[in-house]
C-alpha cells in the first residue's frame, strides 16, 4: 500500500520561515494536499493540488513538489500556525492516503 | 456552504458492528465529481484514511481494512452510512467524514475540503 512519510515534528522561531516535508511514490504522479488541525478541532484543508489555497488561507501558505516530495512552506510563521500539519494524496488505485503528520511549534 | 455532521454510537463493545451516519448538506452526492470519505484518528494519532464513495457509487476502501467496512449512500437522505465489523478497542477513535472534490487531470488531482466536527467512538466491554 501506499505510504506518505513526514518528519514528526519542526520547529520555527515566530516570523521565520518554515518548510514541512512529504515523501512517498505517490508524490512522483499526484499532487499533495496539506491539511492543518489544532487542538480538538477537524482538519482544515490550507492546500491542494499542489499549491493551491483554499479562500481564507493566508499567503503565507504554499506548496510545492519535487519527485517524490512535497512541501507546505509558511513564510513568516504565525504563533496561530502552531499546529499538526498533515500531507495526504491518492494513489494508483484510487485509494487515499495521509501521512502521519508533523507537529509544528512557532518558538 | 457545506456542512457535515457525524452521528452514531459512542461506545461499542469489542467485536460489535460500528454503523455511523455522515448527514450533509450544500451538496448533491449525485452531481458528477463530489465524493464522501471517512477518515479516522486514535486518540494523540495520525489521521487515517478509512473508506470513499464517488458521485457514482464507485466505492474505495483502505486495503489494511477492507475487508471490515462497508461505505454506502443515500442520496435522497443526504446521507453517507459506514460499517465498521468487528470492533476492537485499538478502533477507538473520533471519526471524521469529509467532502471531497474529485477531478483527473494534469492540473488537478482529488481532495477533502470540508470536513465534519467529528465524533468519538470508544471501543470497550
Known amino acids: 500500500s501506499s505510504e506518505l512519510t513526514q518528519d514528526p515534528a519542526v520547529s520555527v522561531a515566530l516570523g521565520q520561515t518554515v518548510r514541512i516535508t512529504c515523501q512517498g511514490d505517490s508524490l512522483r504522479s499526484y499532487y499533495a494536499n496539506w491539511y492543518q488541525q489544532k487542538p480538538g478541532q477537524a482538519p482544515v484543508l490550507v492546500i491542494y493540488n499542489k499549491n493551491n489555497r483554499p479562500s481564507g488561507i493566508p499567503d503565507r501558505f504554499s506548496g510545492s513538489s519535487s519527485g517524490n516530495t512535497a512541501s507546505l512552506t509558511i513564510t513568516g510563521a504565525q504563533a496561530v500556525d502552531e499546529a499538526d500539519y498533515y500531507c495526504?494524496?491518492?494513489?494508483?488505485?484510487?485509494?487515499?492516503?495521509f501521512g502521519g503528520g508533523t507537529k509544528l511549534t512557532v518558538l | 456552504q457545506i456542512t457535515l455532521k457525524e452521528s452514531g454510537p459512542t461506545l461499542v463493545k469489542p467485536t460489535q458492528t460500528l454503523t455511523l451516519t455522515c448527514t450533509f448538506s450544500?451538496?448533491?452526492?449525485?452531481?458528477?465529481?463530489?465524493?464522501v470519505g471517512w477518515i479516522r484518528q486514535p486518540p494523540g494519532k495520525a489521521l487515517e484514511w478509512l473508506a470513499l464513495i464517488y458521485w457514482d457509487d464507485d466505492k474505495r476502501y483502505s486495503p489494511s481494512l477492507k475487508s471490515r467496512l462497508t461505505i454506502t449512500k443515500d442520496t435522497s437522505k443526504n446521507q453517507v452510512v459506514l460499517t465498521m465489523t468487528n470492533m476492537d478497542p485499538v478502533d477507538t477513535a473520533t471519526y471524521y467524514c469529509a467532502h471531497l472534490l474529485y477531478c483527473s487531470s494534469a492540473n488537478c488531482h482529488q481532495y477533502f475540503d470540508y470536513w465534519g466536527q467529528g465524533t468519538l467512538v470508544t471501543v470497550s466491554s
Open positions: 450544500g451538496f448533491s452526492l449525485s452531481t458528477s465529481g463530489v465524493g
Open positions: 495526504n494524496s491518492r494513489d494508483s488505485s484510487a485509494n487515499m492516503v
